[in-house]
């Protein structure tokens, strides 16, 4: 359990925010989102959830709810007028989805959590669920036998490239677990018996991850079932050279429900903070993973968590971070927190403009970058 002073500083920082007139945030920032389908007004607020019978860590000075708080009404306020990048339209439900949702939230490890705009509007999580089976599937084969079936190195090509598998044929051809053919061949790789039996241990391990049920989107389902030629003829290349070793319909029907399932910029955070705090879940005290699989995940994402343009987002953001076209983004700053962000429109490498924007802005603020060591 926490001690009674963790648990109330944030909860008075909450109060206190909640008692603005019309849920207004400093600086005229409104919070507002939308949980279970249903529209909802609230402050940003700092919502501590201890887990019964578990004890922490004893870890550094936290830093003050007010920083976390003001970070995110920062971040929301300067970009929330950005109107650059377009909607994901090769997925049609994906271009219908209203390009002004934008949405923030900040997990900690201790799992206090802080929010701002549609942080609970719910999307498809899309690439950003190649983290979560990567994890799967390191936990369950072991992280040689992952990086040795699939590969971890950058491609330097687009997430969907076909050239890259070619280019890498000799060698590990589906590359990276955080493009689709790695992520194809990392659903492949996960464990199980049948198709129904990996559907839920991958499904299940998303659901551990945030700490919820989450839904599958059967709109985007269906969607991207009707569109996927291209990633139907990565499958099909993958299993010509032998890495794909299951049925390749299957593998792809799989790979495209995980990608359907339904998060929040909330969702992300926790799920984000679960690999931050060495694979637990802040809220639940669930041991998703072992803390050496969280770490072998992270290390993944800084290499290609935002396609072809990670290097450029390590170099100026220096957070471990994934992107998906439906316009989440999840950045995690291990042993501290975890950003979440939701915004639809998406630059040409596929990554939420906002997003990348309001992220490095917070990281900025809360002096996040993982390679400063103690010179902030």
């Known amino acids: ?21 019309g849920g207004t945030l400093p600086g005229g920032v409104h919070a507002s989102g939308t949980a279970g389908g249903k529209s909802a007004t609230a402050p940003l607020i700092a ?4 887990v019964a019978g578990t004890a922490r860590a004893a870890k550094p000075a ?12 920062k971040a929301y306020t300067e970009f929330k007028g950005v109107a650059e990048g377009k909607n994901a339209d090769y997925i049609p439900a994906l271009a219908k989805v ?11 490890v201790d799992g206090a959590i802080y ?3 549609n942080s609970r509007n719910e999307f498809s999580i899309q690439s950003i669920s190649k983290v979560f089976t990567l994890a799967r599937a390191i936990e369950a084969l072991g992280p040689a036998e992952v990086e040795k079936r699939v590969g971890v190195n950058a ?14 044929k000799k060698t590990t051809p589906a590359m990276n677990p955080l493009v689709n053919p790695g992520a194809i061949a990392t659903v492949d790789a996960v464990p199980a018996p049948n198709a129904d039996a990996k559907w839920n241990l991958i499904s299940g391990t998303h659901n551990s991850f945030a700490g919820r049920q989450l839904a599958l989107n059967q709109e985007v389902y269906k969607s991207e079932s009707e569109t996927n030629t291209r990633n139907r003829a990565i499958t099909t290349l993958l299993q010509a050279y032998e890495v794909v070793k299951g049925d390749a319909s299957e593998v792809l029907d799989l790979y495209t429900r995980q990608c359907s399932i339904n998060v929040s910029a909330r969702d992300l955070a926790v799920m984000g903070a679960t690999l931050a705090n060495g694979g637990k879940n802040p809220l639940t005290g669930e041991q998703v993973v072992k803390p050496e699989t969280a770490e072998r995940v992270l290390a993944v994402m800084a ?19 994934k992107s998906g076209v439906g316009g989440g983004i999840v950045a995690v700053a291990p042993g501290r927190f975890a950003i979440g962000s939701f915004a639809p429109p998406l630059d040409e490498a596929g990554n939420s403009v906002k997003g990348q924007k309001a992220i490095e802005r917070i990281a900025e603020e809360l002096g996040a970058n993982i390679y400063a060591g103690g010179t902030r």
């Open 47 to 50: 919502l501590p959830t201890p």
């Open 155 to 168: 491609t330097g090509q687009a997430f969907n490239s076909i050239i890259a598998v070619e280019m890498n």
């Open 115 to 117: 929010e701002v705009g």
């Open 303 to 321: 290499t290609a968590g935002l396609y072809e343009t990670t290097g450029a987002w390590m170099y100026d953001v220096s957070l471990p971070a």
């Open 98 to 108: 209203d390009s002004k949702l934008y949405g923030l939230a900040i997990a900690t």
């Open 62 to 73: 936290a830093m003050s709810a007010d920083a976390y708080q003001q970070s995110l009404a």
């Open 1 to 21: 359990m926490t001690n009674s002073g963790s648990k109330l500083r944030p909860l008075l920082a909450g109060l206190v925010l909640a008692g603005c007139a």
